[in-house]
């Protein structure tokens, strides 16, 4: 199966602040990628897919962006309701693998 | 408005089965794979497993084969997940997604399995 390592596994940040979250795949899976924003007691929410397409409805603070098979989450101008948990997941091939997860607090 | 329903929170006994459903209030059902995924308390995501609703069709996790069984009911679009031989370690919220061009795009609201003796 291929390993999604996902890093950091949590950080503090304040308002305003840019932040970066990153997935890197064991091996080549092109652009087939996604992230998702959890909340607390919520589903979580797809944000970025491709690898750097924006979801509809999904602020254009975020952003996705891939090399090789590094892919980074960036926020830009962290929001309050930013506050949450972050995972990358790999739709190469099955088994789909998640990322173990980014929480971004307040600092 | 599109969303994915599930059914209430389930206990279980040690050894027992569950199972859960989710249905989709999207006329396109058939159109679009059904994903499963489990979220253990206080812990990360994981996929479980799919269905192509239309043909039957699935993928297991490997840790979850043998135990997992997805099905479909095209008249109800309703997917479904069994899982038996439940113990202690499989207490945790599952979640059923759909999949739009390979990505998780409409979530349900989780169903809560808890295994308890």
């Known amino acids: 199966a291929i390993q999604m390592t996902q890093s950091p596994s949590s950080l503090s940040a304040s308002i305003g602040d840019t932040v970066s979250i990153t997935c890197r795949a064991s091996q080549d899976i092109r652009n087939d990628l996604g992230w998702y924003q959890q909340k607390p007691g919520k589903a979580p929410k797809l944000l970025i897919y491709a690898a750097s397409a924006l979801q509809s409805g999904v602020p254009s603070r975020f952003s996705g962006s891939m090399s090789g098979t590094d892919f980074t989450l960036t926020i830009t101008g962290l929001q309050p309701e930013d506050f949450a948990s972050y995972y990358c997941?790999?739709?190469?091939?099955?088994?789909?693998?998640f990322g173990r997860g980014t929480t971004v607090d307040i600092k | 408005q599109e969303q994915m329903v599930q059914s209430g929170s389930e206990v279980k006994k040690p050894g027992a089965s569950v199972k859960v459903s989710c249905k989709l209030s999207t006329y396109a059902f058939s159109s679009n794979d059904v994903h499963w995924v489990r979220q253990a308390p206080g812990q990360g995501l994981e996929w479980v497993a799919m269905i192509n609703p239309s043909d039957g069709s699935t993928v297991y996790a490997q840790r979850f084969q043998g135990r997992v069984t997805l099905t479909s009911d095209t008249s109800t679009s309703t997917v479904y997940m069994a899982l038996s031989s439940l113990t202690s370690e499989d207490t945790a919220l599952f979640y059923c997604a759909r999949d739009t061009r390979g990505d998780l795009d409409l979530w349900g609201q989780g169903t809560l399995i808890t295994v308890s003796s």
């Open positions: 997941l790999q739709t190469y091939n099955y088994p789909w693998t």
